[in-house]
C-alpha cells in the first residue's frame, strides 16, 4: 500500500486522465450494479417463491382432505316406519334370574334367549318398512335386501331386547343405505364401469336410483360416524367413537403421567440439580430422547410392558404408557424453558425474605411459569394424540367392534383408524372416511393448539 | 376392595394433616404466635401425612403384588397329584378362573368337581381372611406413623426441612424417569437383537444385500436378512426430501428472517409451521390419495412410468413436512447472527442478497449445518409416511421412480400381524431399531454439539 501511495504523489497530477478513468470506473461499476440489482431481485423473488410454495402446500393438504372429507359426513340413508310385528318376532318373555339358580346357570339361559333373539328375520321388518314408503316395489324384496346396510337389522334385535314392550308397536326409523349403494348414488364409482367391474347388480343399482328419485333415500348427515365404532360387516355404520374413546383414554394417561413427572424433573434439573457429571448426563440424554424416532418408542412399549410385563396387547393402557415416555422429553424441555424465563430477581426477592428454596419455587417461579408449563404441556398432549407408528408396535392396529369401557379394553385410536380405513379394500367408500377422520383428528389438533396460544396469549407475563 | 381401601388411606391422611395442624397451631399459643415454632403449622401437618401414607401405601403395593401368586399356590394345592401333572400354563389360568368364580359365587356352567369345589371353598376362606388382614395391616400402618409422627411434633421440631427433604427426592426421582427410558431403550433393543444374532450372523445382516425374511410360521431363520437394501431405501427416501426441504426451508428462512416486513412474517411464519404439528399419519394419506395419483399421472403425460408408491412420491410429501423444520432452525440461527457483521457489509457496498450469501449464511453456516442434521434424523426415524407412500419392495436398485421399502416400514412389516414374537423374524424389528437408534443418535449428537457451539460463538 504504501509504495503505492508514494508512487502516486511522485506522478504528476494529470485531471484528464483521472476524470477518464474515473469516467471508466463509473461505466463498469454501472453496468455491474445493474447485474448486482437483478441479481438482488431475483434471490428476493426465490425467498418470497420459497414462503409462498410453503404457504401452498399448507393450502393444498388442507384443501384436498377438505374436499374428500367433507362429503363423507352426509351419507344416504332413509327414514322407515318400522313395525314391530308381533307375526314375526316370536319369542318367549325376558328371562327372569329364579330363587336357587346360580349365576352361571341363568347366564346360560339368557343366552340361549338371545340366540333365539336372533334367528328372527329382523330382515323383514326393514323392508316392509320401505315397502311402506314405496309401494311400487313390493315384489323386489330380495335387492331391498342389499339396499340398506346389514347392521341395521342388529340395531333393531338389540332395542327389543332392551325393551321387549316394543313390539306391536311402529316407530319411524333412519336406517342407513348399503356402503356400495352411497358408493353408486354419490359418483364416488364410475357409473359407465361394465356390470362385471361393479360392485352391485343391475337391479340393486336401478333400484338405488328409483329410491332416491322417489325421496325415499335422501342424502343426510351422517351421525353415526360420532356414535359408533368401526365395523367390518356393514361399512356403512363404521364410525369413530371406538377409536375415540381409545385416544381419549391414552391422551388422561399422558395427562396424568407425562406433565407432572416432565414437571417435576424439570423444576429439579432447572432450580436444583447439582452442576455435575450425572445432570449433565441427563441433559444430554432428555435432549437426545426428544429426537428419538416415535417408533423407537414403540420397540420399547413391545419389547418391556407387552414382552417381559405381560400387559395386554391393543389396550389403551400401554398405548398410554408409550406416549407418556414420548411426551416427556417435550414437557421437560418446554417447562425447562419456561421456568427459565422468570426473572432471577423473583427468587432473590424470596429468598431474601426468608423463604427456603422449595418455598421460593413453588410459591414464586412456578406460579409464574405455569402458562408456559400449560402451553407445553397441551403441545406434548397435541403430538402424543397424532403419533400413529409406535401404537401398530403394541398391537392397536387390531380390528376392535366395541366401544373400550375401560382403558384394559382392547381398542384402536384416532390416527391408527385413519391407518386401518386408508387400507380397506372398500376404497370408493373408505376414501371419504378416512378423510373425515383426518378432519376430526386435525379439528381435535387444531382445538388444542389455539388452547394453547389462548393461554399464552391471556396469562403471559412479559419482564 | 383396593379402590375401596385407598379412599379409606386418603382419608386417614387427611385426618393425619388436621391432626399435625392442630397439635403445631397448639403448641404455638393462644395468640397463634406462630414465630415459636420452627416451621409453618402447614408443614407439621404435612409431614404428618407422609408418615402416615408413605409407609401404607408401600405395604399396599408388596401386598398386592404377592397376593395372586399366593392364592394360585392355595388353588394348586387341592389339585389332586394326577391332574396337576397335565396341567400347562393356559389350562391352569383356566383353572385358576373356575375356582376363583365358584368362590365368588357366580358359578360355573357346568358341574364342578370335587376338588374345584373344595379349593373354591378355601380360596373363599382365604380371601376373606386375606381382605381383613389388609386393612388391618395397611390402615395399622397408617396410624402407627400417624401417631409417631405427633408425638415428634415439638416447637424446635424442623418440620419444614424433613418435608422439603422428602420432596426434593420426590423431584430428583422424577428426572431419573428420562435415565430409564433411554435406559430401558438401549437394554430392550439390545437384548432383543441380541437374541436375533443368535440365530442370523451379524455379518449377514449387517453388510447381506437381499432381504427375504419369509415367514415366522416355518419356525426356522430360513431367509435372508441383509441391511443394506433398507438402507439404501431410507438413504433414498431421506435424501429426495432433503431435496425438497433444504432449499425451500432454507429460502423461507432467509427471507422471513432478511426482507419480509413483520407483519407478513407474524403470520405467514406460524401458517407454514402448521405443517410441523399435522400429523404423519395424515401426510401419509395425502401423499397415497393426492401426490401419488398425480405424480403417476404426470408420469404417464410425459411418458415416464412412475409407481404411484415410490421413493419419490414419500421423499417429496416428507419433504413437505419438514419444511418448516429446517426453516425455524435456520430462521433462529440467522437471527442470531449480529447485526454488525450485516451493517460491515452493507457499508462496504454489497447489496442486501450479497450480504446474506457472503456474509450471514458462511457466519451462519454451522448452525445451519446442525439445522440439516436434526432434519435428516427426522426424516429417517419416520414412519408413517413410508408405509403408506413409499410401497414396500426391497431391492437394491437406484430408480426413485420404484418402489423401495426402508427401515421403519419393515420394522412395522415384521411386527404387526401374525407373528411369533421369539422368531428371527420378529425380532429383527429390534436389530433394525437399533440400527435407527443409533444412525438418529449419532447425527442427533453431532447436530446439538454443532448448535450449540456455534451458540456459544456469538454470546
Not at chain 1, 22 to 41: D, P, V, W
Not at chain 1, 248 to 262: E, H, R, Y
Not at chain 2, 24 to 40: D, E, F, I, Q, T
Amino acid at each position: 500500500m504504501s509504495t503505492t501511495n508514494t508512487s502516486n504523489m511522485d506522478q504528476t497530477f494529470d485531471p484528464q486522465a483521472a476524470a477518464e478513468q474515473r469516467e471508466k470506473r463509473k461505466k463498469i461499476i454501472e453496468s455491474s450494479l445493474a447485474k448486482r440489482h437483478r441479481k438482488e431481485k431475483t434471490f428476493r423473488m426465490f425467498g418470497f417463491g420459497a414462503v409462498i410454495t410453503g404457504l401452498l402446500f399448507v393450502a393444498l393438504l388442507f384443501g384436498s382432505i377438505l374436499a374428500k372429507g367433507l362429503p363423507a359426513f352426509w351419507q344416504s340413508s332413509m327414514t322407515v316406519p318400522v313395525f314391530f310385528d308381533p307375526a314375526i318376532i316370536q319369542i318367549g318373555p325376558k328371562p327372569v334370574q329364579k330363587e336357587g339358580e346360580s349365576p352361571a346357570q341363568f347366564e346360560e339361559r339368557f343366552i340361549a334367549w338371545q340366540t333365539e333373539m336372533g334367528m328372527v328375520d329382523w330382515d323383514a321388518l326393514i323392508v316392509n318398512g320401505i315397502v311402506k314408503k314405496a309401494p311400487e316395489i313390493a315384489n323386489q324384496s330380495d335387492e331391498l335386501n342389499s339396499i340398506y346396510t346389514s347392521s341395521e337389522s342388529y340395531r333393531l334385535r338389540d332395542m327389543v331386547m332392551k325393551d321387549p314392550s316394543l313390539i306391536g308397536k311402529t316407530q319411524d326409523f333412519k336406517i342407513l343405505a348399503d356402503a356400495n349403494v352411497d358408493v353408486w348414488l354419490a359418483g364416488n364409482i364410475d357409473r359407465s364401469l361394465p356390470d362385471e367391474q361393479q360392485q352391485l347388480s343391475p337391479e340393486v343399482r336401478q333400484l338405488a336410483d328409483q329410491l332416491k328419485a322417489d325421496g325415499v333415500i335422501t342424502n343426510s348427515f351422517n351421525t353415526e360416524i360420532f356414535k359408533n365404532p368401526d365395523s367390518r360387516s356393514s361399512p356403512a355404520t363404521s364410525g369413530l367413537a371406538g377409536a375415540f374413546m381409545g385416544s381419549l383414554f391414552m391422551m388422561l394417561i399422558v395427562i396424568v403421567l407425562s406433565i407432572p413427572v416432565g414437571v417435576a424433573s424439570a423444576i429439579y434439573l432447572e432450580e436444583f440439580a447439582p452442576k455435575n457429571w450425572i445432570t449433565d448426563i441427563i441433559e444430554v440424554n432428555i435432549n437426545n430422547l426428544a429426537a428419538v424416532p416415535s417408533i423407537v418408542f414403540g420397540l420399547l412399549g413391545a419389547a418391556i410392558f407387552i414382552g417381559w410385563m405381560h400387559m395386554p396387547l391393543s389396550a389403551p393402557v400401554v398405548g398410554g404408557l408409550v406416549l407418556s415416555l414420548m411426551t416427556l422429553p417435550t414437557v421437560i424441555i418446554t417447562t425447562r424453558a419456561s421456568l427459565k424465563a422468570v426473572p432471577p430477581s423473583i427468587r432473590q426477592a424470596a429468598l431474601g425474605l426468608g423463604a427456603s428454596r422449595l418455598q421460593t419455587v413453588f410459591h414464586h417461579v412456578l406460579p409464574l411459569a405455569l402458562p408456559g408449563i400449560l402451553t407445553g404441556g397441551i403441545i406434548g398432549v397435541a403430538q402424543a394424540l397424532g403419533e400413529t407408528a409406535p401404537l401398530l408396535l403394541i398391537g392397536m392396529s387390531a380390528f376392535v367392534a366395541n366401544v373400550p369401557a375401560t382403558p384394559l379394553d382392547q381398542s384402536t385410536a384416532l390416527p391408527v383408524q385413519i391407518f386401518l380405513w386408508q387400507g380397506n379394500e372398500l376404497r370408493n367408500f373408505f376414501e371419504g372416511r378416512t378423510a373425515a377422520a383426518i378432519i376430526v383428528l386435525l379439528a381435535l389438533m387444531i382445538g388444542l393448539n389455539s388452547l394453547a396460544i389462548w393461554l399464552r396469549k391471556k396469562f403471559e407475563v412479559r419482564w | 376392595m383396593n379402590l375401596l381401601l385407598i379412599g379409606v388411606l386418603l382419608a386417614i391422611i387427611a385426618i393425619a394433616y388436621q391432626v399435625g395442624l392442630t397439635k403445631s397451631r397448639k403448641l404455638a399459643g393462644k395468640g397463634n404466635n406462630s414465630a415459636m415454632l420452627h416451621s409453618r403449622p402447614g408443614y407439621y401437618g404435612a409431614l404428618v401425612a407422609l408418615w402416615c401414607g408413605i409407609p401404607a401405601f408401600l405395604i399396599l403395593i408388596v401386598w398386592n403384588l404377592v397376593e395372586p401368586s399366593i392364592f394360585q399356590q392355595v388353588i394348586l394345592n387341592h389339585v389332586p397329584e394326577r391332574i396337576r401333572a397335565t396341567l400347562d400354563p393356559a389350562s391352569t389360568s383356566v383353572m385358576v378362573e373356575r375356582v376363583q368364580a365358584l368362590a365368588s359365587g357366580f358359578g360355573v356352567s357346568d358341574t364342578p368337581a370335587a376338588y374345584e369345589l373344595a379349593a373354591a371353598e378355601q380360596l373363599k376362606k382365604i380371601e376373606n381372611i386375606g381382605s381383613f388382614a389388609k386393612l388391618a395391616v395397611v390402615v395399622s400402618a397408617a396410624l402407627i406413623g400417624l401417631v409417631m409422627a405427633k408425638r415428634r411434633i415439638a416447637e424446635k421440631y424442623r418440620a419444614r426441612n424433613q418435608v422439603e427433604k422428602v420432596l426434593n427426592v420426590a423431584l430428583a426421582l422424577c428426572s431419573g424417569v428420562a435415565i430409564l427410558t433411554t435406559v430401558g431403550i438401549v437394554m430392550s433393543m439390545f437384548s432383543e437383537a441380541m437374541r436375533f444374532f443368535s440365530f442370523v450372523n451379524p455379518l449377514d445382516f449387517f453388510f447381506g444385500t437381499e432381504w427375504n425374511p419369509g415367514f415366522s410360521t416355518s419356525g426356522s431363520a430360513e431367509g435372508s436378512y441383509g441391511l443394506l437394501p433398507l438402507l439404501w431405501g431410507t438413504l433414498m427416501v431421506s435424501g429426495i426430501a432433503l431435496l425438497v426441504a433444504v432449499p425451500v426451508g432454507l429460502m423461507i428462512a432467509i427471507y422471513l428472517a432478511e426482507y419480509a416486513k413483520p407483519s407478513f412474517r407474524s403470520w405467514a411464519k406460524p401458517a407454514i409451521e402448521v405443517l410441523a404439528g399435522i400429523p404423519t399419519i395424515v401426510y401419509g394419506v395425502f401423499a397415497l390419495m393426492v401426490i401419488g395419483p398425480f405424480a403417476k399421472d404426470l408420469g404417464a403425460m410425459i411418458g415416464l412410468d412412475i409407481n404411484a408408491t415410490s421413493a419419490l412420491t414419500a421423499g417429496f410429501v416428507m419433504g413437505i413436512m419438514i419444511i418448516p423444520f429446517v426453516s425455524s432452525l435456520s430462521d433462529d440461527i440467522i437471527t442470531q447472527v449480529p447485526r454488525a457483521l450485516r451493517d460491515g457489509s452493507l457499508g462496504l457496498g454489497a447489496t442486501k442478497s450479497e450480504t446474506i450469501r457472503q456474509v450471514v449464511i458462511p457466519a451462519a453456516l454451522p448452525g445451519i449445518i446442525g439445522a440439516f442434521l436434526l432434519a435428516a434424523s427426522r426424516a429417517i426415524g419416520e414412519t408413517m409416511i413410508v408405509v403408506l407412500a413409499a410401497g414396500n419392495s426391497p431391492l437394491l436398485h437406484i430408480n426413485p421412480l420404484e418402489a423401495v421399502s426402508t427401515v421403519t416400514i419393515t420394522i412395522v412389516n415384521q411386527l404387526t400381524g401374525d407373528t411369533d414374537f421369539a422368531s428371527p423374524q420378529a425380532l429383527v424389528a429390534f436389530a433394525l431399531g437399533l440400527t435407527l437408534f443409533v444412525i438418529t443418535l449419532g447425527l442427533n449428537i453431532v447436530a446439538l454439539y454443532i448448535v450449540r457451539k456455534y451458540r456459544e460463538q456469538y454470546e
